[in-house]
């Protein structure tokens, strides 16, 4: 069984710019959430995507998107990176409804300059 | 309100003790929970869930719940320097989503 798996490990972005994170779910899950995780802060829900639609969002301005595909993998879309934006980005899979915690994926690691 | 409150610590306990970490959360209808232990530039990796009301003890680890004060807590007994990271209490809400405290920084000193 796979894990999560997420790409790239570390990026670097100039502000302004645009950035796709990727997501590979665990074997047998249905659903992704992405979460942005800042310095010394907790993670922070972006969203979640269940069915190729988004099934939720948190306080993230309309500039974070996301798709779904048909094998449950994910994709995560940052348009006009601001500063603010340096951060890890954490996705997890799990089944839809299920109760269990999530397992994430090793996280992208954002720094905007 | 956040919907997520714990300690913000960082808490200091020597190797051997008992270290004790608290979160509180907001919505009543949250019925599942989550701590998660995370290393310096790592993932968080879930370490212990509890669903019902009371203890559930896995090793050295106890999580006690209490839906009435809407009150999760984390005991280490025996802790170890290993056992120095931030510890981040999680909660899956009403509506199915998980959401997380700040995090405590533990440090245990040998």
Redesign the interface.
Same mark, same amino acid.
């Given at each position: 069984e796979t894990g999560v798996t997420q790409s790239p490990t570390h990026l670097i972005k100039t502000r302004g710019q645009q950035v796709t994170l990727r997501c590979s779910s665990q074997s047998g899950h249905n659903t992704v959430s992405w979460y942005q995780q800042a310095l010394g802060q907790g993670p922070q829900f972006i969203f979640q995507y269940y069915r190729e639609e988004e099934n939720g969002r948190g306080n993230f301005p309309p500039r974070f998107s996301g798709l779904q595909f048909p094998n449950y993998s994910s994709e995560l879309n940052v348009n006009a990176l601001e500063l603010d934006d340096s951060a890890l980005y954490l996705c997890a899979s799990s089944l839809y409804y299920q109760r269990n915690g999530y397992t994430f994926g090793s996280g992208t690691r954002l720094t905007v300059v | 309100q956040k919907e997520?409150e %714990?300690n913000s610590g960082p808490l200091s306990v020597p190797e051997g003790a008992i270290a004790s970490l608290n979160c509180t959360y907001s919505d009543r209808g949250s %019925?599942?929970f989550?701590w &998660?232990r995370q290393y310096s530039g790592?993932?968080?990796? $879930?370490i212990m869930?509890i &669903?019902s009301n009371g203890d559930k003890e896995d090793g050295r680890f106890t999580a006690q719940l209490n839906k009435a004060s809407q009150y999760v807590s984390l005991l280490i007994r025996d802790s170890q320097p290993s056992d120095s990271a931030t510890y $981040?209490c999680?909660v899956?809400t009403s509506?199915?989503?998980?959401?997380?405290?700040?995090?405590t920084s533990l440090s245990v000193i040998p």
């Amino acid at each position: 069984e796979t894990g999560v798996t997420q790409s790239p490990t570390h990026l670097i972005k100039t502000r302004g710019q645009q950035v796709t994170l990727r997501c590979s779910s665990q074997s047998g899950h249905n659903t992704v959430s992405w979460y942005q995780q800042a310095l010394g802060q907790g993670p922070q829900f972006i969203f979640q995507y269940y069915r190729e639609e988004e099934n939720g969002r948190g306080n993230f301005p309309p500039r974070f998107s996301g798709l779904q595909f048909p094998n449950y993998s994910s994709e995560l879309n940052v348009n006009a990176l601001e500063l603010d934006d340096s951060a890890l980005y954490l996705c997890a899979s799990s089944l839809y409804y299920q109760r269990n915690g999530y397992t994430f994926g090793s996280g992208t690691r954002l720094t905007v300059v | 309100q956040k919907e997520v409150e %714990q300690n913000s610590g960082p808490l200091s306990v020597p190797e051997g003790a008992i270290a004790s970490l608290n979160c509180t959360y907001s919505d009543r209808g949250s %019925q599942s929970f989550f701590w &998660y232990r995370q290393y310096s530039g790592k993932s968080p990796e $879930l370490i212990m869930s509890i &669903y019902s009301n009371g203890d559930k003890e896995d090793g050295r680890f106890t999580a006690q719940l209490n839906k009435a004060s809407q009150y999760v807590s984390l005991l280490i007994r025996d802790s170890q320097p290993s056992d120095s990271a931030t510890y $981040l209490c999680a909660v899956k809400t009403s509506y199915d989503k998980v959401i997380f405290g700040p995090g405590t920084s533990l440090s245990v000193i040998p």
